[in-house]
């Protein structure tokens, strides 16, 4: 049956996206449960398994996991000649996985370091040599961890809404009392939304709130949680930044926007309704892949600015523009020159 959304295409169209669709579906990817040194890890791996380029890694935010977290993203139709091109793994933090049972009472959690230092065992087991990194929230702040310490195995990162920042004693004493007056879900409706988001309640807010609330894991999301509110600065600015390629997207309202935007330098493109998929296309192609991909809407220029509208499973999808003053048309030829989107 066709999706609603398709209806009123021509045929051609219409048969161009089921065909989409039912590959999509016939992928539903190969789960694996990978040691580590600080435990096991449920990765899921889609594509084709070629190791002469990088695999495209994810890692998820606090609240959510893989599937609910990038899903979506990767199954829009703009995203399936990266996903035809490149094998992407996606990584839960552990306990994290749908369908895992609860740790048992008194179980020490992986700090936020020790995640990071579970990725090089997912390298190793599938005999990656490199990766693209895709990481939300915690999982912007874990690949960037690892990518630290791991710099020659990262070829990029795409980092969605990270704080970069220690909790300080204002966010301590905040997040006490968040914890004496709302529960775990609403904290993480919290973490995953605006305060405007939350307030409207939309349907998007609801489904999330009732997909946590009813988890048979809500004790391992709140390990996770204390893990990732216990994290160190990362210790990057202008003058010690990542090595690689870096796309940072920020989300509007996000109250880490400043923190994100402050420690790197950045590389922009023109502004023009960007979708987020189309600026990580020419991310990719930034890095010397998919060449003789059609990127008709995204093409060298001096504006220095970048409107785009954002969607992981639907997390902050609004629409805003940040720009900067630019000293020249051409884009810097660093390596560590960052992306910014702004959604």
Partial sequence: MFSPCLRGFPPTVQRHEAEIAARI?????????IETPHGLLHVTVHGTGNTRRPAILTFHDVGMESKSCFSTFFKFEEMQEIVKNFTVVHVDAPGQEEGAAPYPL??????MDQLAEMIPAVLQYFNFRSVIGVGVGAGAYVLSRF???NPDSVEGLVLVNIDPNARGWMD????????LTSSLTEQMLSHLFSQEE??????LVQSHRERISKAPNLSNIELFWKSY????????DRNSTLKCPVMLVVGDQAPYEDAAVSFLSFLFIPTGGVKLTEAFKYFIQGMGYMAS??????????????????SIEGSRSRSRTLSQGSQGGNLPPSPSNTMEVSC
């Fill in 106 to 111: 008194g179980y020490q959690y992986a700090s």
């Fill in 25 to 33: 579906l016939l992928d539903q990817g190969q789960e694996h449960s």
């Fill in 172 to 179: 301590w004493a905040a997040q006490k009392i968040s914890t």
């Fill in 229 to 236: 509110n216990s994290r160190r600065d990362l210790n990057i």
């Fill in 147 to 149: 990518t630290l310490s």
């Fill in 198 to 203: 939350t307030s409207g309640n939309t349907e």
């Fill in 293 to 310: 991909s059609c990127m008709t809407r995204l093409s060298r220029s001096r504006t220095t600015s970048l409107s785009s509208s954002y």
